[in-house]
């Protein structure tokens, strides 16, 4: 006859630990449930404020996922949808462009959970360079399944044509809506810096959010400009009409406050919100429901409050003359 032993139950300081760990760890426990159960996926690292033990309620879930170099490829390509259909990501991931580049490729995905956003950002990395990686950033193994194709073990060939996809991922030319994702995700992370007193990070947070409101009126306006950033904007845009009025709109942008409160991080996005409604309707109408829900998550917690930056329907194109819409949500303090 077989026995079972009950585990011991747990201290009064025990229960309370328990009752008050950080949310991300939840998120972060499904991730690994889910991740070490796929063939393609060799080691699983966190890094952070969740590796260093001083994670707080606004904190991200950093998780570096090693691929086998052979199925990266394919695991890039259908990520949006096992996130979208597993975690209920609001938005597809964006592309990050802030992490540094460690041998593989950075998505950002905006996930809900009990009534709030945690900001998940997934590294992936081929297996044959994660340790690499790992002397590089130090994070912490989470997994590791027990026989790891690292190192030389992995075809010369396979991981030249790893490399090819990482390269043409990080090349690839950005349309509107992929625009209006990073926006999205930008202000995000913008409101996180606001609300930590982070000036600094928050004014560079900021001028990204802008660069990517002149990204909007440019790839709507002139897609195919030989031109990059700040350069010939008013020679190429200005051409008509509603260009110039679009960079009415931006140097208006450009000249507010560096450091924005919440409520001025809201503007932002409303404004390349309303800006593509105009100029690129398209983009706009495709994502309409994953930034009205967005807005609803983000807005702040007053009853009935919802963000002013949610798409206007219908139309789906409105003038940046028209009347403006309901005001912007008051800050929040957390």
Not at 146 to 169: I, K, N
């Amino acid at each position: 006859m077989t026995t079972t032993t009950r585990p011991a139950p747990l201290s009064p300081l025990e229960e309370l630990a328990y009752a008050h760990r950080p949310p991300q760890l939840t998120v972060l426990a499904d991730l690994v449930q889910m991740l070490s159960g796929a063939q393609a996926v060799t080691q699983l690292l966190v890094r952070g404020s969740l590796a260093t033990g001083t994670p707080d309620r606004l904190s991200d879930v950093d998780l570096a996922v090693a691929v086998r170099d052979d199925r990266l490829p394919a695991l890039m390509r259908s990520l949006d949808a096992v996130m979208s259909t597993e975690f209920g990501a609001l938005l597809p991931g964006w592309r990050d462009t802030i992490v540094g580049d460690l041998g593989g490729a950075g998505y950002v995905y905006l996930l809900p959970h009990e009534g709030h956003l945690l900001q998940l950002d997934l590294y992936l990395c081929p297996a044959s360079g994660v340790n690499a990686l790992r002397r590089r950033i130090g994070p912490r193994l989470l997994w590791q399944e027990p026989r790891t194709d690292t190192g030389p073990d992995v075809d010369a060939d396979v991981q030249v044509e790893a490399a090819a996809e990482l390269a043409r991922t990080a090349t690839a030319p950005t349309d509107c809506s992929m625009l209006l994702v990073q926006a999205v995700v930008l202000h995000a992370m913008l409101r996180k810096r606001v609300l930590r007193g982070q000036e600094y990070i928050a004014y560079g947070l900021l001028h990204e959010l802008h660069a990517t409101c002149r990204d909007v009126i440019r790839t709507a306006l002139v897609p195919h400009s030989g031109h990059h950033g700040w350069y010939h904007l008013p020679d190429e845009v200005g051409r008509t009409a509603t260009g110039r009025e679009c960079l009415a709109k931006l140097t208006d942008a450009l000249t507010g406050p560096p450091v924005p409160t919440v409520a001025q991080a809201d503007e932002a996005l409303e404004r390349i919100v309303r800006l593509a409604e105009q100029i690129a309707p398209h983009a706009v109408t495709g994502l309409a429901d994953e930034i009205t829900a967005y807005a609803g998550q983000a807005s702040c917690a007053a009853p009935g409050c919802c963000g002013s930056w949610a798409p206007r329907s219908p139309p789906p194109c409105v003038s940046l003359t028209a009347t403006p819409g309901p005001p912007p949500c008051s800050p929040t303090t957390g």
